[in-house]
């Protein structure tokens, strides 16, 4: 007999999967199959948001429940808890790093006496690894995953402003990076060979040709476009209303594609060192725009999908961002990102407390 056998531990939920809006309401049953009366200091049940990959796992307990109503359990003596918990606002989802899942776990704490009563009485029984298992970990534990989907439910987006530059910060990157390249093998031939004058003139060449490139097809553009306010506000249903104001009045821009994104991000032990990895989970068909003014307003809509919202935990990330791409009347591509907060509506749904509920 295996140490976690000695108490049995099931849940009966109303439903198979819940929308965000649903409480989530049960029957926890607990039964004693030892041969020695249970003494608790305690029965716990938490809802939990967990995020697992890349050998990570962090949890956020949403809400809980500490039952004192009973002090012991008889021998073979089954309990019967009802239970409900508010409705969860966010939804489960298996990605390609990140699994994020709803799940209720429950704790039987048994006090110290019983502890030693356990081990001793089923000595002979336990497997050597149970009951070691028994001594480091003597409570009960049991954890059952709940299905939560979208649904009919509507996002909203929480927070979301700021400024763009499109094409302006790769091509500061392109040129920085370029530079000090260039510097250090510049040094390093300069240092090994004897034709000195030759390679200083090769090094300034090399990285006036990079300049030149990324200046015509990137820098050049992206200051003529100029700098990109932007505001997205909620409107009725399952739209946003995205505020575009330039900053210069130009004629340089054929067309604007506007776009969400959701990223999930892992930040891992990678051996010796600390890695991170990205997915990009949804990518929204981009809303063209035409006919570019001083200032735009378009009203887009939002996913229909479920998928999760923006959250942080720990090592865990679930990111949105507004992402815009500017054509040029020259052809030319201009790309400018922004992190934004999305959420679901809020609806009032009371929590109902129930008594004497069968869900089988």
């Known amino acids: 007999m295996n140490y976690k056998d000695l108490v049995s531990i099931n849940i009966k939920l109303d439903n198979t999967k819940y929308n965000i809006y649903q409480p989530i309401i049960g029957v926890l049953e607990i039964k004693n199959n030892s041969d020695v009366r249970l003494e608790l200091d305690g029965i716990k049940l938490e809802l939990l948001l967990r995020h697992k990959g890349k050998g990570e796992t962090d949890s956020i307990v949403l809400e809980n429940t500490i039952i004192k109503e009973y002090k012991s359990i008889n021998v073979n003596q089954t309990i019967v808890l009802d239970f409900s918990f508010s409705p969860v606002n966010n939804v489960s989802y298996n990605g390609y790093n990140v699994t994020q899942a709803i ?41 059952v995953l709940i299905k939560v989907i979208k649904a009919n439910a509507n996002y909203k987006i929480n927070s979301a402003s700021g400024l763009l530059k499109p094409g302006k910060s790769i091509a500061l990157a392109i040129i920085g990076i370029s530079f000090v390249v260039c510097l250090i093998g510049g040094l390093l031939l300069y240092k090994n060979f004897d034709n000195k004058t030759d390679i200083i003139y090769g090094v300034i060449a090399l990285f006036l040709a990079i300049f030149v490139f990324t200046y015509f097809y990137k820098l050049g553009p992206s200051l003529k476009v100029g700098d990109i306010k932007f505001k997205l506000n909620n409107i009725e249903g399952n739209f946003y209303e995205a505020v575009l104001n330039f900053e210069k009045r130009n004629q340089s821009i054929k067309e604007i594609s506007a776009q969400l994104l959701g990223v999930e991000k892992v930040t891992y032990d990678n051996g010796s060192s600390r890695s991170t990895a990205k997915h990009t989970f949804y990518e929204s068909k981009p809303h ?73």
């Open 103 to 143: 799940l209720l776990k429950t704790k039987v704490d048994i006090n110290k006496e019983t502890e030693k009563l356990l081990r001793n009485n089923k000595l002979s029984k336990l497997k050597i690894g149970s009951f070691f298992r028994g001594i480091f970990k003597p409570d009960f534990y049991d954890e």
């Open 288 to 360: 063209i725009i035409k006919g570019i003014a001083s200032s735009v307003r378009e009203a887009i809509e939002l996913p229909k999908d479920s998928l999760p919202i923006s959250i942080i935990n720990n090592d865990f990330e679930i990111l949105w961002k507004f992402k815009i791409v500017a054509l040029t009347h020259n052809n030319l591509t201009l790309s400018g990102s922004a992190d934004i907060n999305i959420g679901f509506e809020k609806n009032e749904v009371e929590t109902v407390k129930i008594t004497g509920v069968d869900f089988s």
